[in-house]
């Protein structure tokens, strides 16, 4: 818990997020269940708002983008040749935000009420008038701590990318995963700003009685939405763009090639980030903006497929020829292709203004986001799980199991959401708890409650491959995959400096030169030496449990307690910024010297 290694911080949120997986997956059980039939009653209105509200909060913020920061943690400085993040302390500290925030959002259930509103919390629905109790505060206070956690990380990685990479890897030379990862760090940078600012004004309406959203004391309900779409729909790049970096890696490793169209993959993926940032209106076409704004707004989210088709088109030409291996990885891959197209097309056609009246608020909608959002990027979660867990664990997962485990995941996701297209368009509305009978809805959405619990099943098949591996898994060799990129040089368990000596990189896919040149080691650019090593902090977790207690006062209107707990924090703060910590050197020439690993590093 006091750890600033990057690897272990990595884990820290992998683990997390998988945990809230578990929750959220609980929470479309029951929104499922409860649809399985028209008139229902298995659960209430109330708590159905509750269940979709916190269900879609937890996917996004809780699940999603932990893992994916997890992944990035990871792998991107082992990618990059460099021994740790450039702010290791500032990494633990965004971590411990982060699980404070989804701590503070899940008590929620058990402490009072959770919130009703929906992921996007429109104001003035979540105004203390229209959502009474403490649920829409739970979902402030939670999410601005979370959100806090989150910038910092990003300008973490932005800081590491820029100036720690390894002698030689310029940045044509970075894998795709490390750009995608520098990308989205600069989505979060520009994205969550505004979600911040939102949260702030209406937590000054809840607890304080300001009118920022108050229609009939002059406040202006579009604020909410402007500003929060403005984070929204760049967060949907934000865990859709290390989705494409792992996929790219994936791609690359298991058809043997370099992967196609390297320099068109890296400038699509710029495009497509300062792209996803401009479309945000396309969420508000039936506010009444007017045509001409509409059209812009139209024609700007349809461009996104063009980027978009290029790196389809290019992971297709990077299978072309090649000699593929179907591992489980690679099935995710190559399952996600279709899934993620399928998702794009239905975006292209919600984009369309006038159409998009008819699909607004419709079971379409939600089938088209789950098509982007589960087959773009939990596929490419499962993935990344499967290829990455022998660099992470030194073990290897079950294939056999794991081809269970994509098949049935593969089959239920398809169960659950293909049927909800045509619910849509035969006019079932989201957000709804029951339906009546004879409106011709029962079947599909029987067939989707169905494929729910498919799904479900294929999740607890890789719990239980994680479980069985970690008991009698078999050892993973340093290289199970005959990998391109750095981080398979690295020996297992990964010493806890990583490089026993920093990396010269000689192209893009340094190691898969190294191998070709018949090396087993990627050459060194400095002379074997002591390596200076941070120290570990209790102060990171400290400084969230002083916040999370302020986040809690204040939702109990404390103000007192709250207060009092930020003089604290602030006093936390600086007595560790003030600390003269001149870390540790390990010498990897030592085996007792603090090399985790206990073999020698490769250089």
């Known amino acids: 818990m006091t750890t600033v290694d990057h690897k272990k911080i990595g884990i820290m949120y992998i683990a997390s997020g998988l945990f809230y997986l578990f929750v959220g997956g609980i929470e479309a059980l029951l929104i499922r269940l409860q649809l399985i039939g028209p008139n229902q009653d298995f659960v209430g209105p109330d708590t159905f708002n509750q269940l979709f509200t916190t269900h879609g909060t937890t996917m996004i913020f809780f699940v999603a983008m932990p893992i994916l920061i997890g992944f990035m943690n990871y792998i991107m400085p082992l990618q990059i040749g460099a021994r740790d993040v450039a702010f290791p302390a500032m990494n633990a500290f965004s971590f411990w935000l982060f699980f404070v925030g989804a701590l503070i959002f899940n008590i929620s259930w058990f402490a009072g009420g959770a919130p009703d509103g929906g992921w996007f919390a429109y104001a003035p629905v979540t105004l203390d008038q229209y959502s009474p109790g403490p649920g829409m505060d739970f979902y402030d206070i939670g999410l601005q701590i979370s ?14 990318i820029v100036n720690m990479r390894a002698p030689g890897m310029t940045y044509l ?32 309406d809840r607890l304080f009685d300001a009118n920022f959203f108050n229609v009939g004391e002059g ?3 579009l604020i909410w939405q402007h500003l929060f779409w403005l984070f929204g729909h760049p967060e949907v790049y934000i865990v859709i763009l290390p989705a494409f970096g792992i996929m790219s890696e994936v791609f690359a490793t298991f058809s043997k090639k370099r992967l196609f169209g390297y320099s068109a993959m890296v400038f699509s993926t710029v495009v497509i980030g300062f792209l996803g940032y401009m479309v945000w209106v396309h969420h508000m076409f039936t506010d009444g903006l007017g045509p001409l704004v509409n059209a812009i707004f ?34 995710y891959a190559v399952g996600f292709i279709p899934t993620f197209v399928m998702g794009g097309v239905t975006g292209v056609m919600v984009a369309t203004a006038p159409a998009d009246y008819q699909y607004h608020d419709s079971y379409f909608v939600v089938a088209h986001f789950h098509y982007v959002l589960i087959g773009g990027t939990v596929f490419a979660i499962m993935a990344a799980l499967y290829y990455w867990y022998p660099r992470m664990f030194n073990r290897m997962l079950d294939e056999r199991l794991g081809k269970w485990n994509f098949w049935l995941t593969f089959i239920g996701f ?14 079932m509305p989201r957000r709804v708890f029951t339906y009546q009978e004879g409106m011709g809805l029962e079947f599909w959405n029987l067939v989707s409650t169905i494929g729910a619990f498919v799904f479900a099943v294929g999740v607890l098949i890789l719990v239980y491959n994680i479980v069985l591996t970690a008991r009698k898994g078999k050892p993973a060799p340093h290289d199970p995959w005959d990998g391109r990129t750095l981080e ?21 896919d340094s190691f898969w030169l190294e191998k070709q040149a018949g090396k087993s080691q990627v050459t060194a650019a400095e002379p074997m030496g002591p390596i200076h090593m941070p120290s570990n902090s209790y102060l990171p977790i400290l400084q969230s449990v002083v916040f999370m207690i302020a986040g809690l006062a204040a939702i109990y209107r404390s103000f007192g307690v709250a207060l009092l707990a930020m003089v604290v924090f602030t006093g936390i703060f600086l007595a560790y910024i003030l600390e003269e910590d001149e870390g540790y050197h390990i010498d990897p020439r030592d085996p007792d010297s603090g090399n985790e690993g206990g073999e020698e590093a490769h250089g």
């Open 147 to 160: 959100g806090f956690g989150t910038i910092m990380g990003a300008i973490n990685f932005i800081v590491t």
């Open 173 to 204: 030379r970075m894998p795709l995963f490390t750009w995608t990862t520098f990308v989205t760090s600069a989505l979060i940078l520009f994205a969550f700003p505004p979600l911040t600012i939102n949260l702030f004004l209406l937590m000054f």
């Open 219 to 221: 406040g202006n309900v």
């Open 298 to 331: 139209s024609v700007s989210s349809m461009l996104i497929a063009i980027p978009t088709g290029i790196k389809i088109f290019n992971w297709l030409f990077t299978m072309w020829g090649g000699r593929i291996q179907f591992t489980t990885a690679m099935l």
């Open 414 to 427: 398809h169960m659950i959401f293909f049927p909800q297209h045509f619910l849509g368009l035969m006019g």
């Open 488 to 508: 398979w040089a690295l020996p297992n368990p990964t010493p806890v400096y990583n490089f026993a000596q920093t990396p010269l990189v000689k192209g893009l």
